[in-house]
Protein backbone atom coordinates (compact mmCIF):
# COMPACT_ATOMS: atom_id res chain seq x y z
CA UNK A 1 0.00 0.00 0.00
CA UNK A 2 1.31 3.17 -1.02
CA UNK A 3 1.56 6.05 2.20
CA UNK A 4 1.43 9.25 1.56
CA UNK A 5 5.51 11.11 2.60
CA UNK A 6 5.07 13.20 5.50
CA UNK A 7 5.96 16.46 3.54
CA UNK A 8 3.18 15.74 1.00
CA UNK A 9 1.13 15.39 3.84
CA UNK A 10 2.25 18.66 5.58
CA UNK A 11 1.44 20.49 2.17
CA UNK A 12 -2.22 19.10 2.05
CA UNK A 13 -2.61 20.40 5.36
CA UNK A 14 -1.54 23.46 4.75
CA UNK A 15 -3.62 23.59 1.87
CA UNK A 16 -6.80 22.79 3.30
CA UNK A 17 -5.89 25.90 6.15
CA UNK A 18 -4.67 28.21 3.87
CA UNK A 19 -6.59 27.68 0.78
CA UNK A 20 -4.83 26.85 -2.54
CA UNK A 21 -1.81 28.24 -3.88
CA UNK A 22 -3.63 29.55 -7.18
CA UNK A 23 -5.35 32.78 -7.70
CA UNK A 24 -8.99 32.03 -8.49
CA UNK A 25 -8.79 34.21 -11.75
CA UNK A 26 -11.51 33.74 -13.38
CA UNK A 27 -13.85 34.02 -10.56
CA UNK A 28 -11.29 36.91 -9.38
CA UNK A 29 -9.26 39.19 -10.96
CA UNK A 30 -5.34 38.27 -10.54
CA UNK A 31 -3.40 40.83 -8.68
CA UNK A 32 -1.02 42.36 -11.11
CA UNK A 33 2.38 44.11 -11.11
CA UNK A 34 2.24 47.77 -11.14
CA UNK A 35 4.64 47.84 -13.91
CA UNK A 36 2.43 45.37 -15.88
CA UNK A 37 1.51 45.97 -19.89
CA UNK A 38 -1.47 45.24 -20.48
CA UNK A 39 -4.37 47.12 -23.39
CA UNK A 40 -2.29 50.56 -24.84
CA UNK A 41 -5.09 53.00 -24.18
CA UNK A 42 -5.71 56.84 -25.55
CA UNK A 43 -6.29 59.88 -23.36
CA UNK A 44 -9.13 62.29 -24.97
CA UNK A 45 -7.54 65.15 -23.10
CA UNK A 46 -3.66 64.24 -23.62
CA UNK A 47 -3.13 63.02 -26.81
CA UNK A 48 -2.78 65.70 -29.44
CA UNK A 49 -2.88 63.62 -32.93
CA UNK A 50 0.84 63.75 -34.00
CA UNK A 51 0.95 60.30 -35.20
CA UNK A 52 4.47 59.31 -33.47
CA UNK A 53 2.99 56.70 -31.49
CA UNK A 54 1.90 54.65 -35.19
CA UNK A 55 5.42 55.49 -36.39
CA UNK A 56 6.94 54.39 -33.85
CA UNK A 57 5.06 51.00 -33.19
CA UNK A 58 7.58 47.80 -33.94
CA UNK A 59 4.11 45.57 -34.67
CA UNK A 60 1.81 48.28 -37.13
CA UNK A 61 -0.52 48.11 -34.58
CA UNK A 62 -1.55 51.76 -34.77
CA UNK A 63 -3.11 52.78 -37.88
CA UNK A 64 -3.80 56.52 -38.70
CA UNK A 65 -6.30 57.90 -40.67
CA UNK A 66 -6.99 61.42 -42.37
CA UNK A 67 -10.39 61.73 -42.97
CA UNK A 68 -12.37 64.73 -44.67
CA UNK A 69 -15.78 64.72 -45.44
CA UNK A 70 -18.18 67.40 -46.62
CA UNK A 71 -19.20 68.73 -43.23
CA UNK A 72 -16.07 67.40 -40.91
CA UNK A 73 -12.49 66.41 -41.59
CA UNK A 74 -10.92 64.48 -39.01
CA UNK A 75 -7.71 62.11 -37.88
CA UNK A 76 -8.43 58.56 -36.61
CA UNK A 77 -6.40 56.34 -34.54
CA UNK A 78 -7.39 52.72 -34.27
CA UNK A 79 -4.98 50.63 -32.14
CA UNK A 80 -5.41 46.71 -32.41
CA UNK A 81 -5.13 44.46 -29.90
CA UNK A 82 -4.73 41.87 -32.09
CA UNK A 83 -1.29 42.78 -33.85
CA UNK A 84 -0.26 44.67 -30.17
CA UNK A 85 2.79 43.20 -28.74
CA UNK A 86 2.47 45.05 -25.43
CA UNK A 87 6.11 46.28 -26.12
CA UNK A 88 5.33 50.09 -24.41
CA UNK A 89 7.19 51.72 -27.59
CA UNK A 90 3.89 53.84 -28.03
CA UNK A 91 3.84 55.07 -24.72
CA UNK A 92 7.60 55.82 -24.21
CA UNK A 93 7.74 58.24 -27.36
CA UNK A 94 4.53 59.67 -26.97
CA UNK A 95 5.21 63.61 -27.97
CA UNK A 96 2.51 64.66 -24.81
CA UNK A 97 3.42 61.95 -22.54
CA UNK A 98 0.43 60.68 -21.43
CA UNK A 99 -1.22 60.17 -24.85
CA UNK A 100 -1.14 57.01 -24.86
CA UNK A 101 -0.50 54.58 -22.10
CA UNK A 102 -0.42 50.99 -21.39
CA UNK A 103 -3.36 49.88 -18.92
CA UNK A 104 -3.60 47.28 -16.82
CA UNK A 105 -6.43 45.95 -18.90
CA UNK A 106 -5.26 42.20 -19.81
CA UNK A 107 -8.54 40.33 -20.51
CA UNK A 108 -8.76 40.82 -24.55
CA UNK A 109 -11.27 38.30 -25.55
CA UNK A 110 -13.74 39.54 -27.43
CA UNK A 111 -17.03 38.07 -29.50
CA UNK A 112 -16.79 41.02 -32.29
CA UNK A 113 -13.32 41.83 -33.97
CA UNK A 114 -14.13 45.55 -33.68
CA UNK A 115 -14.29 45.09 -29.50
CA UNK A 116 -10.60 44.55 -30.22
CA UNK A 117 -9.49 47.68 -30.84
CA UNK A 118 -8.89 51.22 -29.15
CA UNK A 119 -10.17 54.12 -31.48
CA UNK A 120 -9.26 57.92 -30.87
CA UNK A 121 -10.48 60.88 -33.30
CA UNK A 122 -8.52 64.29 -33.68
CA UNK A 123 -10.43 67.32 -35.52
CA UNK A 124 -8.15 68.39 -38.70
CA UNK A 125 -7.52 71.88 -39.38
CA UNK A 126 -7.52 72.37 -43.60
CA UNK A 127 -5.78 74.89 -45.57
CA UNK A 128 -8.37 77.72 -46.12
CA UNK A 129 -6.71 77.77 -50.13
CA UNK A 130 -6.69 74.21 -51.15
CA UNK A 131 -7.98 72.44 -48.72
CA UNK A 132 -5.03 70.16 -48.07
CA UNK A 133 -4.99 68.94 -44.53
CA UNK A 134 -2.59 70.61 -42.25
CA UNK A 135 -2.48 69.10 -38.47
CA UNK A 136 -4.97 68.27 -36.03
CA UNK A 137 -6.06 71.10 -34.01
CA UNK A 138 -5.07 70.11 -30.63
CA UNK A 139 -1.34 69.66 -32.18
CA UNK A 140 -1.73 73.34 -33.37
CA UNK A 141 -2.63 74.24 -30.03
CA UNK A 142 -0.13 72.45 -28.32
CA UNK A 143 2.40 73.66 -30.48
CA UNK A 144 1.90 77.32 -29.75
CA UNK A 145 1.51 76.40 -25.97
CA UNK A 146 5.17 75.01 -26.58
CA UNK A 147 6.95 77.56 -28.63
CA UNK A 148 5.95 80.46 -26.41
CA UNK A 149 6.25 84.13 -28.44
CA UNK A 150 8.24 81.93 -31.18
CA UNK A 151 4.52 80.73 -32.27
CA UNK A 152 4.05 84.39 -33.71
CA UNK A 153 6.38 83.45 -36.62
CA UNK A 154 3.92 80.79 -37.73
CA UNK A 155 0.34 82.24 -38.36
CA UNK A 156 -1.00 78.89 -39.32
CA UNK A 157 -0.16 78.56 -35.67
CA UNK A 158 -1.21 81.14 -34.30
CA UNK A 159 -4.33 82.02 -36.15
CA UNK A 160 -5.30 78.74 -35.31
CA UNK A 161 -5.05 79.34 -31.43
CA UNK A 162 -6.92 83.28 -32.12
CA UNK A 163 -9.94 81.40 -33.74
CA UNK A 164 -10.22 79.30 -30.47
CA UNK A 165 -11.64 83.24 -29.40
CA UNK A 166 -13.88 83.03 -32.80
CA UNK A 167 -12.67 86.71 -33.86
CA UNK A 168 -11.00 85.59 -37.05
CA UNK A 169 -13.04 85.34 -40.50
CA UNK A 170 -14.34 81.80 -40.75
CA UNK A 171 -12.39 79.47 -43.49
CA UNK A 172 -15.59 79.53 -46.31
CA UNK A 173 -15.03 83.27 -46.52
CA UNK A 174 -11.68 82.38 -48.60
CA UNK A 175 -13.12 80.21 -51.19
CA UNK A 176 -12.31 80.68 -54.57
CA UNK A 177 -10.89 83.70 -54.20
CA UNK A 178 -7.16 84.33 -56.39
CA UNK A 179 -4.62 84.67 -53.84
CA UNK A 180 -3.90 88.06 -52.32
CA UNK A 181 -1.85 89.50 -49.97
CA UNK A 182 -4.27 88.77 -47.30
CA UNK A 183 -3.48 85.60 -47.79
CA UNK A 184 -0.39 86.03 -45.59
CA UNK A 185 -2.71 85.90 -42.42
CA UNK A 186 -4.49 82.41 -42.94
CA UNK A 187 -4.49 79.23 -42.37
CA UNK A 188 -2.50 77.71 -44.74
CA UNK A 189 -0.32 74.81 -45.83
CA UNK A 190 3.46 75.14 -46.60
CA UNK A 191 2.39 75.03 -50.22
CA UNK A 192 0.13 77.44 -50.48
CA UNK A 193 1.97 79.50 -48.04
CA UNK A 194 5.28 79.28 -50.69
CA UNK A 195 2.80 80.11 -53.28
CA UNK A 196 1.76 83.27 -51.83
CA UNK A 197 5.27 84.35 -50.55
CA UNK A 198 6.25 84.37 -53.94
CA UNK A 199 3.43 85.94 -55.57
CA UNK A 200 5.18 89.07 -57.15
CA UNK A 201 2.38 90.99 -57.68
CA UNK A 202 0.02 91.71 -55.30
CA UNK A 203 -3.23 93.72 -56.54
S1 LIG B 1 0.12 62.54 -28.60
FE1 LIG B 1 1.00 60.55 -28.14
S2 LIG B 1 -0.72 59.13 -28.27
FE2 LIG B 1 -1.37 61.01 -29.29
S3 LIG B 1 -0.88 60.67 -31.47
FE3 LIG B 1 0.90 61.73 -30.53
S4 LIG B 1 2.29 60.08 -29.91
FE4 LIG B 1 0.25 59.14 -30.30
S1 LIG C 1 2.44 48.56 -27.07
FE1 LIG C 1 3.94 48.27 -28.74
S2 LIG C 1 2.87 46.99 -30.22
FE2 LIG C 1 1.29 47.77 -28.83
S3 LIG C 1 0.53 49.62 -29.85
FE3 LIG C 1 2.18 50.28 -28.47
S4 LIG C 1 4.03 50.31 -29.72
FE4 LIG C 1 2.48 49.10 -30.83
Redesign the pocket.
Known sequence: MYLPKVRELKEAITALIKGPYTHPFPKEPTPLPDNFRGAPK?SSE?????????EVCPARAISVEDIVEENRAFRR?TCDYGNCIFCGE?EL????DT??QLSQEYELSFFEQQDAREVIEHELVLCEICGAVIAPRAQLLYLYEKLGTIAYSNPTVYLTRLKEFGILTPESDRKDKPIDRWDLVRVTCPSCRRDVLLKEEWG
Open positions: YSCIGCGACAFCNCTSGI
